[in-house]
């Protein structure tokens, strides 16, 4: 059994707590009613009956969550690559390769990296989180390569989620993007939400009563001519293709982007004095460092990964090409 305390405080009051401690703990809301219903959850020390219960200020909830016995549902698969960067009892750091499905879905079941943690790692796994995501604290979109964290207990899976919550931990990418930001540096802040025509595109809206809200800063480091720039992306919040939606909202979308792209006649002039634009298969976008707090050690550390061979054939190739 694993207990976990949460402390209702001033801004939280009033939640359903089905909801609310599903957001918290990063799990699933049916997991939630289960525990409800299996007496699991205390507020003080009586128990909680009802899934429409709300939140008060000041209220304490004790939350025991049985340690699941660890059957995998998810077929190990030892071909899938894991680099990893870091690991010791707790976590582990790895540089995710680009083209990889973090975790399995509709149309990919088999060849995810869970299927590929689970070969190496199995039972050692934080298995508290949703079934089909093992040790999975936040992810990475399929095309976007660098650094993840990934939880080996549930005390690591419950520290890191808190961090995540509370936008402490520290996530900062390099992208290639068409054109030149203007400004060169800003903090772009609004509310993403799924496109009405489109469930698995997402799209900047301008109702705070619709999505969520995003927060993305950049910062230009390299401009080759006004074809494209080099610039560093450090995102406070973790919304469904943030960075490329962003990017492509103030006219700069990421090279290679097939979904967000909005500069294909840039990418036509110049493709043909290139051989690396377009045959890009991703978007250039890198998760290169990662920082938070230790779950045990309660010690600030902080990873880098190097730029990858494609995007830093690109950043080459785009130096030759505008004499920069």
């Known amino acids: 059994m694993f207990e976990k305390k ?17 957001f918290k703990l990063n799990i699933s809301r049916n997991k939630v ?29 004790h939350i025991n969550i049985p340690i699941q ?27 995710k390769a680009p083209g990889l499905t973090v975790h399995p879905g509709a149309g990919t079941k088999n060849d995810t990296l869970v299927n590929g943690l689970v070969a190496h790692y199995g039972s050692s796994l934080s298995y508290i989180g949703k079934a089909s995501r093992p040790g999975i604290v936040h992810r990475l979109d399929k095309d976007t390569s660098g650094l993840m964290v990934i939880a080996k ?3 690591s899976y419950y520290f890191l989620s808190d961090l995540l919550l509370k936008k402490q931990i520290k996530k900062e990418y390099i992208a290639v993007v068409w054109g030149v930001p203007n400004p060169r ?3 772009i802040k609004n509310h993403i939400d799924r496109k009405s025509n489109n469930k698995q595109m997402m799209t ?3 109702s705070k009563n619709k ?19 080099l610039v560093k ?34 990418a036509i002039k110049y493709a043909e004095k290139s051989t690396i634009i377009n045959t890009l298969k991703r978007q250039a976008l890198h998760a290169h460092k990662l920082g938070f707090i230790h779950p045990t050690t309660n010690t600030y550390i902080e990873f880098n990964s190097d730029i990858p061979k494609d995007i830093q054939t690109l950043l080459n190739e785009l130096e030759q090409l505008t004499g920069a």
């Open 6 to 22: 949460i402390f209702i405080q001033n801004g939280e009051e009033n939640k359903r707590l089905d909801k609310f401690i599903a």
């Open 33 to 61: 009613q289960q525990l409800i219903q299996n007496n699991k959850i205390y507020l003080f020390n009586k128990i909680v009956k009802d899934n429409n219960h709300t939140t008060k200020i000041n209220d304490l909830y």
């Open 69 to 95: 016995e660890h059957h995998f549902s998810i077929v190990p698969n030892i071909n899938i690559p894991i680099t990893v960067l870091h690991e010791d009892q707790d976590i582990i750091i790895i540089n």
């Open 153 to 155: 207990n549930e005390h």
């Open 185 to 187: 540096d800003n903090i």
């Open 204 to 206: 900047v809206t301008h």
């Open 211 to 229: 999505g969520k809200l995003a927060i993305t800063e950049y910062n230009t480091t390299k401009i080759f001519a006004n074809i494209a720039s």
């Open 233 to 266: 992306c450090r995102i406070y919040t973790g919304r469904t293709h943030q960075i490329r939606v962003h990017m492509s909202h103030i006219g700069n979308s990421i090279i290679g982007d097939q979904k967000y792209g909005k500069n294909e006649s840039k």
